[in-house]
């Protein structure tokens, strides 16, 4: 019965987005062109990589507000591996890497502040929320520390590929951001580490006396959030051509944004990966639209958080009148 | 006078109450007496504007009320003390009955001062001899129960509904508590008063209504009837099973627990499990008896890996364990059906298919990913042999009745196929058909050869089908009994602790 319910529910959303096209496009001959389905589709991407992370540790009932902090964190070391290496003055010792090698170390950094998140979480029973609070102000702190302070630019043109470059017709970030969407799909629908996520959160207690290991489960999610944060930072390092320190600041809320626009319930156990990619789609498409119409920034704000009470309300509605 | 007229209530599934009469008297102390999930709770809930959503009348004094919601209750004269203490703990007695309806002064500030003579002219009443001031946290549960009375009574009610009142508190509160509902009554309120403790009622009720399966049995004056008759007419049957021949230990034990001590984690000066040592032989029903707060839960909880800090041994077919989780000791073979199945056994917003698949999914895959063919066909197997009815597996389990929620916590639980299969309170809360159902799949079991713990405070029920019955009281076993030389008294005798 639910499912039928989150079916009409995702339905909603797309009817809303169906009905957003239609009006932008009556009220701009820009919006519906396919130069500017592209532009949405690679300004999203980075929204969408970030968003599908927060959707699997919400289900778990958790949060996580470090990502914004970490894409920033992780852009940062892959760019400064690339450009710099590292090197240890007293020693002599100067170690290079490749792009694989720096974007590699980058996704790990992603990964392993995540796993860190999800230790503090399962092992010290932080509340999600301080837990992840703290790590946006570590994170961006370790940014600033590498960076220090400074945007650190030029890689060339193979860096340069992830963010703007094009394969078979379609923008790479696109690319990306459709496997990490598939990836999730399939790991939520159709392995037991899916099905664990939504027991934890359904029923944590429940799902704990079914011999579920909990933690490793949650740091598995959190590790995952993270390093999806940091796929989020090399699309942002990429196509910027640069890591900037202040980048990715409060990219977070657009990820809830987007999860909770999507249906997901966020007190977990409830929600479809697809509901978050619908979700950022509707974020997307209505940024690129104000744009589009000369909106001013500030009604911009205004409108989106607007659409997000208004979705979350329709969403209560549905399931009181069940 | 309260009146009940022909009131059902009906919950997915599950019918809670079905044409429910009743008549309660002011002057009188009215005893509601019924086992677990014959629906008193229920029917409070909706006197007392919890529930307003039934079928049939309630009347108040001769006119028809309807709540909307628990403060039109209140404002209409009905107060409710729930089983369960609703206090803020870190606010003071008067904050907590003032809660919602402050006084306030002509500024729209509170009047403190207002509040606090009220409170105090309530507590001598009451004869609870502390500060209003007191911060709730800082009393006993006793003296929180009178502060529930208190909040009751600020609004000059007519009719005080009290559930379980003492089910937590000690004797001598306890006759401080019945003087207050005696002087409650002298006044003419209509006191309605909710126990399955019988010795209690018979001290302080003056009628009966016994409820069961959700309808109203009978009705009457307390002292026109006697003890076992009340009983009789509360349980209302015989537990119908066919026993085949005593059960003999012929074979090693499966799990045999030595000296198992166990300190609650937040409190190291008590003691939650004292030298418990047991055996279980495999094809045997073990049947632990014990009251509330006697240990058998922590005990079950310890053998399944769930507190890490206890001492003593636990051995599985002579292999010494330690199971640091659930996990393992599933893998080892044990498996636990809880005694809160929505709390803890089921996932509620997914459907019966899930719940079955849950503890074996790493036996549903093929390639990482999950077999949704294997799932279906493990869910239509427990499905047909537990006769769990569920329009299908794709059914959500908050939609199913508690004897069918029951069935599939136990499914999870043998698809996990355990050697040793141990039940908290297999029954609480469901109705009779599924009560038998379920000793018959207990017997069926322990017929197959797997050795089984079943936990419960029902004394029929672990008479009934156990092979071999331990007492618990105060952490420790007190007594052991076969299943021929146990006896409702005898057991009652051991399980009750020493030092109240």
């Given at each position: ?61 958790g ?6 902090s ?98 078979l ?99 977990g ?32 704000q205004?409108v ?9 309300i ?5 399931s009181?009148?069940? | ?16 109450l079905?044409?429910v009469?009743?008549?309660l ?47 039109e ?73 009178v502060?529930?009375i ?22 001598s ?33 003056d ?29 209302g ?35 939650l499990?004292?030298?418990?040592s ?64 929505k ?11 899930t ?57 999870k ?36 050869g797997?050795?089984i ?48």
């Amino acid at each position: 019965m639910t499912l039928n319910r989150q079916h009409f529910a995702k339905f909603q959303s797309l009817i809303a987005l169906v009905v957003l096209c239609i009006v932008l496009s009556c009220l701009s001959d820009k919006f519906l062109t396919v130069d500017n389905g592209w532009n949405v589709m690679r300004q999203i991407s980075v929204n969408i990589c970030i968003a599908v992370g927060m959707t699997l540790v919400v289900l778990t009932s958790g949060i996580d507000l470090s990502v914004g902090s970490v894409l920033a964190l992780c852009g940062a070391i892959t760019a400064g591996l690339m450009k710099n290496g590292i090197e240890v003055h007293s020693s002599n010792l100067y170690i290079g890497f490749t792009l694989l090698g720096a974007i590699l170390a980058g996704l790990f950094t992603g990964a392993g502040v995540g796993a860190f998140n999800g230790f503090a979480i399962t092992r010290f029973k932080v509340p999600p929320f301080v837990a992840t609070l703290a790590m946006l102000t570590i994170a961006r702190g370790l940014t600033l520390l590498w960076t220090q302070g400074f945007p650190i630019s030029v890689f060339g043109e193979k860096f340069g590929y992830i963010g703007t470059g094009w394969f078979l017709g379609i923008p790479v970030p696109v690319w990306i951001s459709a496997i990490v969407v598939l990836t999730a799909v399939v790991i939520t629908m159709k392995t037991p580490l899916g099905r664990y996520i939504y027991a934890i959160g359904g029923n944590e207690n429940a799902a704990k006396l079914s011999g579920i290991n909990v933690s490793k489960v949650k740091i598995i999610v959190y590790s995952m959030a993270g390093a999806l944060a940091a796929v989020g930072g090399l699309i942002v390092t990429s196509r910027l051509d640069s890591a900037q320190p202040n980048a990715g600041i409060s990219y977070e809320l657009d990820a809830i944004a987007a999860v909770v626009i999507g249906g997901t319930s966020l007190s977990g156990g409830k929600g479809t990966i697809w509901g978050t990619v619908l979700g950022a789609v509707i974020i997307g498409v209505l940024n690129n639209g104000l744009v589009l119409l000369n909106v001013s920034p500030f009604w911009q704000q205004v409108v989106k958080g607007g659409v997000i009470l208004l979705a979350v309300i329709i969403d209560k509605a549905n399931s009181k009148s069940e | 006078m309260l009146v009940a007229d022909h009131i059902t209530k009906k919950f997915p599934g599950v019918i809670a109450l079905q044409d429910v009469c009743m008549e309660l008297h002011p002057g009188k102390v009215n005893a509601i007496l019924g086992e677990n999930g014959a629906g008193k709770s229920t029917l409070m809930k909706i006197l007392s504007g919890v529930y307003p959503e039934y079928e049939g009348r309630i009347l108040l004094q001769d006119t028809e009320v309807n709540f909307a919601n628990p403060r039109e209750a209140q404002g209409a004269g009905i107060g409710i003390i729930h089983q369960e203490l609703n206090l803020v703990p870190h606010l003071s007695i008067t904050e907590n009955i003032f809660l919602g309806r402050e006084i306030t002064n002509r500024w729209g500030m509170l009047d403190g001062k207002a509040m606090k003579d009220r409170t105090r002219a309530l507590l001598d009443k009451l004869k609870l001899n502390v500060s209003p001031d007191t911060l709730i946290f800082d009393l006993k549960v006793g003296q929180q129960q009178v502060v529930e009375i208190a909040k009751a009574l600020l609004t000059d009610c007519q009719v005080l509904i009290m559930d379980e009142p003492t089910s937590a508190i000690t004797e001598s509160e306890v006759e401080v508590l019945f003087g207050i509902i005696k002087e409650l009554r002298d006044e003419n309120k209509v006191i309605v008063y909710i126990s399955h403790k019988l010795d209690e009622l018979f001290k302080i009720a003056d009628r009966y209504i016994v409820l069961r399966d959700g309808k109203t049995i009978e009705s009457g004056e307390m002292k026109d009837i006697n003890h076992d008759t009340l009983i009789h007419k509360m349980v209302g049957r015989e537990i119908n099973i066919i026993r085949n021949k005593g059960y003999e230990a012929t074979t090693e034990p499966v799990l045999a627990i030595n000296n198992i001590n166990l300190k609650h984690p937040e409190n190291q000066k008590r003691d939650l499990l004292k030298n418990v040592s047991l055996h279980l032989c495999p094809g045997e029903v073990l049947g632990i008896f014990g009251l509330m707060g006697a240990g058998r839960t922590e005990l079950l909880e310890t053998i399944f890996g769930l507190h890490r800090a206890h001492t003593g041994s636990i051995n599985i077919k002579q292999q010494s364990t330690n199971f640091r989780s659930p996990g393992e000791a599933m893998k080892a073979g044990i498996a636990l059906v809880p005694e809160d199945r929505k709390k803890d056994g089921l996932l509620l917003n997914l459907d019966v298919k899930t719940n079955i698949s849950i503890t074996t999914l790493d036996n549903l895959q093929s390639m990482g990913l999950l077999h949704d063919g294997k799932e279906q066909q493990l869910a239509k197997k427990y499905i047909d042999s537990l006769k769990i009815k569920t329009p299908s597996a794709n059914q959500l389990t908050k939609n199913l009745s508690g004897g069918n929620q029951q069935k599939i916590v136990l499914a999870k639980c043998l698809a996990t196929q355990p050697i040793v299969l141990m039940l908290d309170e297999p029954t609480r809360g469901i109705d009779i058909n599924a009560k038998n159902e379920i000793y018959k799949l207990i017997l069926e079991l322990a017929a197959t050869g797997m050795g089984i713990i079943m936990v419960s405070s029902e004394l029929p029920e672990i008479l009934a089908i156990s092979d071999r019955i331990l007492v618990m009281a105060e952490g420790s076993i007190t007594a052991e009994f076969k299943a021929a030389d146990a006896s409702e008294d005898n057991i009652l005798k051991a399980a009750i602790p020493k030092n109240l």
